[in-house]
């Protein structure tokens, strides 16, 4: 059977089974939503209104669509069976009927094509489930700062293309975007406790769990230029905390702490830990004694002991750590994050720990997409075709690795640029994230990318 618009959904299905026959879209007038999945019936609801179609909401399971748990589905997998006169769509959990109805929206598209007289739905089923339960997107809003309206945009934007991860980078060298209350930010944007408490929300409706960053030791010359008690020298800052300096220590967890409280619903806690300068711990006679009565012989060392006690700071908090991979070694229940080479997941693989890829030549987006968009002199490209034909992990990794992840910089990103450059490559990167190695194929996505192009899916996205 020749392909069908089923065929045409991005992610890539697992499996399609096409009847052959159409179901005209004007035929559908009710719709049936269990109180539990209410908010994703409205969605699907809009997206009807989108194409002049209005739906009544109804009590009967006889309804023309009816969406529904079906337990037999994997939590995040998701099922829709078009009939001759019927639609259902199921998923394992809400976030899975969520997922059938971002897949409806392509399908409606679609069948929207020449106009509402003649829209159709091609029939049969669709059934699906991701590779991975780890597909995000990193985004710094320390370089360059977006709204709160702009945050939520790129949540819903991640979330449409089945991404259920948002890092959040919030400090940095160049400022602080969280409201603490130790720390004055009154120079800086920052976001208020409403507004994280409303990113949150908007995010959990999406089925997006955010992961928010406070990154140390280094990277922090915005916290030490207020703080200069906690560098090596306090005349002279820099961007590294002190190790040799308990106070130091101390108010790192401080603000860990009231980060937490920041973000009562986020499990996981990213603490950075890459790109640390140890200039200013070799020159400092409190790193130095540090050192020596801790027994070690390398400044590397001792920052792994700092890493490693902030992690357990954060265990005691009921979440769970998360860094940037370096040469160090973490405790076994510390997510490691992979940004320098593939062959940082191979290295930390043999000590246990769980693993993200976000491997900068397959996964920055800050990276120009071609020659024509502004760069730093040091950035290579990184096409579309490059993220899609992403680089597979060595075999013997996967059973650790929980997925993928791709990052935006924004060091020459500003707000009104963030969605442009996330979208133009999300698509290629979120089937990435879903589907199997052996189901890519490049020729076929350009195919269905296109077509969702031509249809006006992304003017459906943004309505």
Known sequence: MSKTMLHDLIPRPLRVVATGKR???????????????????????????????????????SADIILALDG?????????????????LCGGSPAGVFYAVTAMKQLLALGYARGSETAFL???????????????????????????????????????????????????????????????????????RADLAEIAAAAAEHHVRIVPELDMPGHSNALLCHFPQYACDPAHPGAEFCLGNPEA?????????????????????????????????????????????????????????????????VIAGGRRPMVWCTE???????????????????????????????????????????????????MPELPEESVYQSFEPFAETLDRLCGTEACLW??????????????????????TAWIQPEDKDWHDFQRRKKQLEAVGYGNLLQA
């Open 23 to 61: 179901l005209p879209v004007g035929v559908l007038r009710t719709i049936y939503v269990p109180s539990e999945l209410r908010r994703h019936g409205d969605e699907l609801i809009s997206s009807f209104h989108y194409f002049g179609n209005v739906l009544r909401p109804v009590d009967t399971e």
């Open 72 to 88: 037999t589905l994997a939590a995040e997998g998701w099922k829709i069976g078009i009939g001759s006169a019927a639609i259902q």
């Open 122 to 192: 091609d029939g049969g089923t669709i059934e699906d489930k991701p590779r991975f339960a780890w597909r995000g997107l990193m985004l710094d809003s320390v370089r360059h700062f977006q709204s709160k309206d702009k945050i939520k945009e790129v949540i819903r934007l991640i979330a449409d293309w089945r991404l259920n991860v948002f890092h959040w980078h919030l400090t940095d060298s160049q400022g602080l975007r969280l409201p603490f209350t130790r720390v004055p930010v009154s120079a800086d944007p920052c976001y208020t």
């Open 249 to 313: 220590r101390a108010f790192l967890k401080t603000l860990l702490d009231e980060m937490m409280e920041f973000f009562p619903d986020s499990p996981i806690i990213h603490l950075g830990g890459d790109e640390a300068d140890m200039t200013s711990w070799s020159n400092c006679p409190k790193c130095r004694a540090a050192l020596q009565h801790a027994g070690l012989s390398q400044m590397r060392e001792l920052e792994n002991q700092f890493m490693n006690e902030m992690t357990r700071s």
């Open 328 to 378: 160090a070694v973490h405790p076994a229940d510390t997510l490691v994050q992979a940004w320098q080479s593939i062959l940082e997941i191979h290295r930390t693989h043999p000590h246990g720990n769980q693993m993200v890829n976000s491997v900068h030549y397959s996964c920055y987006f800050d990276y120009p997409a071609d020659s024509t968009e502004p760069r730093l002199a040091w």
């Open 410 to 431: 924004t060091e020459i990103v500003p707000e009104w640029r963030v969605l442009p450059k996330v979208a133009a490559r999300l698509a290629a990167f979120a089937e």
